[in-house]
T-cell receptor, first 120, second 114 residues
Framework: AQSVTQLGSHVSVSEGALVLLRCNYS??????LFWYVQYPNQGLQLLLK??????LVKGINGFEAEFKKSETSFHLTKPSAHMSDAAEYFC??????????????????FGQGTILTVHP | TAGITQAPTSQILAAGRSMTLRCTQD?????MYWYRQDLGLGLRLIHY???????GKGEVPDGYSVSRANTDDFPLTLASAVPSQTSVYFC?????????????FGPGTRLTVL
């Protein structure tokens, strides 16, 4: 079974400071990994995803994440926070598509979410 | 393009009543999903559909049912609502059900069961 743990339900940074949101995963097979962002009263939108190409993945809005297999981590970073980055961030893991029985087919498992606050 | 639309935006429902949450996508995606979002628990998968005509159970399917009569629509039904079903419900879709496919999310339905 796959799982995701996000360390820290709330992270607060100053505008211009480094953003670091932590995510550790557990998966029995090489995973696909995602970061999604949710702005208030909206649905989730994809920031970036890792699909076994480059281990350093660049996403939208200046965010990037590095896949580290030895640490089972996929932490999200941004060099300089902006006020508009304030949102809730979700890490998610998906196993490789399985056709066995057709009952498990690349579904996403989400972490609990990290609320990012950016103050002036 | 509209992407994914959900209706209603919010609803207050008496316990024991039934309700259908609607979800429509215009992207011709094969796979669709229903999640519930609860504080501190992230999003949990209720039901999914890999393609029109097929459905499957997710992590928390009890008390919910779905159907997928066509590609575009994926309604979620609560047959007899209970207060523990108070949540924000998100519908999502992806081009295919393979694990590397991005899921696109609707704006959500906020449901309160009293």
């Amino acid at each position: 079974a796959q799982s995701v743990t996000q360390l820290g339900s709330h992270v607060s940074v100053s505008e211009g400071a480094l953003v670091l949101l932590r995510c550790n995963y557990s998966s029995s097979v090489p995973p696909y990994l995602f970061w999604y962002v949710q702005y208030p009263n909206q649905g989730l939108q994809l920031l970036l995803k890792y699909t076994s190409a480059a281990t350093l993945v660049k996403g939208i809005n200046g965010f990037e994440a590095e896949f580290k297999k030895s640490e089972t981590s996929f932490h999200l970073t941004k060099p300089s926070a902006h006020m508009s980055d304030a949102a809730e961030y979700f890490c998610a893991v998906s196993d490789r598509a399985s056709r066995a029985g057709g009952t498990s087919y690349g579904k996403l498992t989400f972490g609990q979410g990290t609320i990012l606050t950016v103050h002036p | 393009t509209a992407g994914i639309t959900q209706a209603p935006t919010s609803q207050i429902l008496a316990a024991g009543r039934s309700m259908t949450l609607r979800c429509t996508q215009d992207m011709r995606h094969n796979a669709m999903y229903w999640y519930r979002q609860d504080l501190g628990l992230g999003l949990r998968l209720i039901h999914y559909s890999n393609t029109a005509g097929t459905t499957g159970k997710g992590e928390v399917p009890d008390g919910y049912s779905v159907s997928r009569a066509n590609t575009d629509d994926f309604p979620l039904t609560l047959a007899s609502a209970v207060p523990s079903q108070t949540s924000v419900y998100f519908c999502a879709s992806s081009l295919a059900s393979g694990g590397n496919n991005e899921q696109f999310f609707g704006p959500g339905t906020r449901l309160t069961v009293l």
